[in-house]
């Protein structure tokens, strides 16, 4: 999958070990959004002139924690990480330590900037801020984990959701300038604040999700 550009072993290990995993969790935090977020993170790391192999592992333990509570998964995520003694093979204590940290740091939600280049990388690939993939990865979580809520109580924590976390006010935070996120939020938050148009594509959406 992205063995041109991190190291052949390592991603065998990975894609072998621990990107399967992911198929048990929702579609908003499944396979295609685990590798779309190494994918990002790559690319990312490369522009930076960072440790590729370092943003590929980050990325691909950054929401192994959804197997348990969502509220604490980036901690789980990190614990994981730290603790597969097959990484020793590639990586030494410090860089281990790094990579947990940035797996950690990587919700939307943080406080605090991420404490490093690698935390920044996964921040910044995790925000998939094209417009479509919001919406409808918004959707099918409210769908996968809210199944007693009807259309209109599904819209309305689909609205808040894009208030609180994506609009104007929003907590979300971009942590590499002139990225193509930056731009991306840009149109995200002119389509939140159209009411009838957010109206108009949430219902085509639960329609082709429900």
Same mark, same amino acid.
């Given at each position: 999958?992205?063995?041109?550009?991190?190291?052949?072993?390592?991603?065998?290990?990975?894609?072998?070990?621990?990107?399967?995993?992911?198929?048990? @969790?929702?579609?908003?935090?499944?396979?295609?959004?685990?590798? !779309?977020?190494?994918? !990002?993170?790559?690319?990312?790391?490369? *522009?930076?002139? *960072? /440790?590729?192999?370092?943003?590929?592992?980050?990325?691909? =333990?950054?929401?192994?924690?959804?197997?348990?509570? !969502?509220?604490?998964?980036?901690?789980?995520? %990190?614990?994981?990480?730290? +603790?597969? *003694?097959?990484? #020793?093979?590639?990586?030494?204590?410090?860089?281990?330590?790094?990579?947990?940290?940035?797996?950690?740091?990587? $919700?939307?939600?943080?406080?605090?900037?991420?404490?490093?280049?690698?935390?920044?990388?996964? *921040?910044?690939?995790? $925000?998939?801020?094209?417009?479509?993939?919001? @919406?409808? #990865?918004?959707?099918? =979580?409210?769908?996968?984990?809210?199944?007693?809520? /009807? $259309?209109?109580?599904?819209?309305?924590?689909?609205?808040?959701?894009?208030?609180?976390?994506?609009?104007?006010?929003?907590?979300?935070?971009?942590?590499?300038?002139?990225? /193509?996120?930056?731009?991306?939020? %840009?149109?995200? #938050?002119?389509?939140?604040?159209?009411?009838? #148009?957010?109206?108009?594509?949430?219902? +085509?959406?639960?329609?082709?999700?429900?």
């Amino acid at each position: 999958m992205i063995g041109n550009t991190a190291s052949l072993d390592l991603v065998e290990y990975v894609e072998t070990n621990i990107l399967p995993q992911y198929a048990a @969790f929702d579609k908003a935090h499944g396979l295609a959004h685990v590798t !779309r977020v190494a994918r !990002r993170s790559l690319e990312l790391a490369s *522009a930076i002139g *960072a /440790d590729l192999d370092m943003a590929y592992v980050v990325a691909a =333990y950054h929401d192994l924690g959804m197997s348990g509570p !969502r509220a604490v998964h980036h901690i789980t995520s %990190g614990r994981l990480l730290a +603790r597969d *003694a097959r990484l #020793r093979k590639w990586f030494s204590a410090e860089q281990i330590k790094i990579m947990k940290e940035a797996v950690e740091d990587h $919700r939307a939600s943080a406080s605090h900037s991420p404490r490093s280049i690698y935390g920044k990388i996964v *921040a910044e690939a995790d $925000r998939d801020l094209d417009p479509e993939v919001v @919406f409808r #990865r918004a959707v099918q =979580y409210g769908l996968a984990n809210y199944p007693q809520l /009807d $259309r209109e109580r599904q819209w309305q924590r689909f609205r808040e959701h894009m208030d609180n976390k994506y609009s104007v006010h929003g907590y979300i935070k971009l942590w590499i300038p002139g990225s /193509d996120n930056e731009r991306k939020l %840009g149109e995200l #938050r002119s389509h939140i604040a159209d009411a009838p #148009r957010l109206r108009a594509t949430f219902d +085509r959406i639960y329609d082709e999700e429900a």
